[in-house]
């Protein structure tokens, strides 16, 4: 067994049990805050859009982010840092898990003070392709009086919130767990990744 599958064996053991898994420090400190100060320099300089919701794309109330995707080819040493652990992550899970997962996709997001992303799921109504959703956080010395916990909906009715700790990665099964974003009273900064497998489109 080599050390990535050891690093990840209690998020793969935890994800198999429960569905969903809290995995902290998975970066590096500095590497850590090198994307903090990135995605707080876009924020700061405008260069991130307002999310948009379903197929049409449209604005919306139910969510308060603005987000800016990672591009493959286009990306800076942080986010390909970032992406090469996820990577690493992706390959434990199909190695223990057999989940067939081809690829990951990944945004910046920024909640201002007082925005959220209201109940939802991660399946998009038109594709499954999304089977695992994990949302790493960058927010140093964030405090429970902060607010913005990502609220997980648990089966039997019970929920559990987790801060937005720097350095934390919530890691969830996409089609199973709806979840919500609570206000907060501070930016709220995290990278929203899914972890997608092959779709084959019916030819009919
Ligand atoms: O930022 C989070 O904690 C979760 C964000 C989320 O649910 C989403 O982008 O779909
Ligand atoms: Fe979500």
Redo the contacts with the bound molecule.
């Keep these: 067994m080599n050390i990535e599958s050891n690093a990840f064996d209690g998020a793969t053991d935890a994800l198999a049990a429960d569905g969903w898994c809290v995995l902290p420090d998975l970066l590096p400190a500095a590497e850590t805050w090198a994307l903090a100060a990135e995605c707080r320099a876009l924020h700061e300089a405008h260069r991130l859009t307002p999310?948009r919701v379903g197929a049409a794309r449209t604005a919306t109330p139910l969510?308060g982010?603005s987000?800016q995707w990672f591009h493959a080819g286009a990306m800076s040493a942080a986010q390909q840092a970032f992406m090469d652990r996820l990577d690493a992550l992706r390959t434990a899970l199909n190695r223990e898990l057999m989940l067939g997962l081809v690829e990951c996709e990944a945004?910046y997001?920024v909640?201002p003070p007082g925005a959220g992303?209201t109940r939802?799921l991660?399946r998009l109504r038109d594709s499954d392709a999304r089977v695992v959703?994990a949302?790493y956080?960058l927010n140093e010395d964030w405090l429970a009086a902060d607010g913005g916990a990502?609220r997980l909906y648990l089966d039997g009715g019970s929920h559990r919130d987790?801060p937005?700790h720097a350095g934390s990665l919530?890691l969830f099964l996409s089609a199973q767990f709806e979840?919500?974003?609570l206000p907060a009273t501070r930016d709220?900064m995290?990278i929203?990744c899914w972890m997608r497998q092959r779709v084959l489109t019916a030819i009919l």
């Design positions: 999310a969510r982010d987000t945004h997001a909640y992303y939802h991660d959703s949302v956080y990502l987790i937005p919530l979840h919500e974003v709220r995290s929203a």
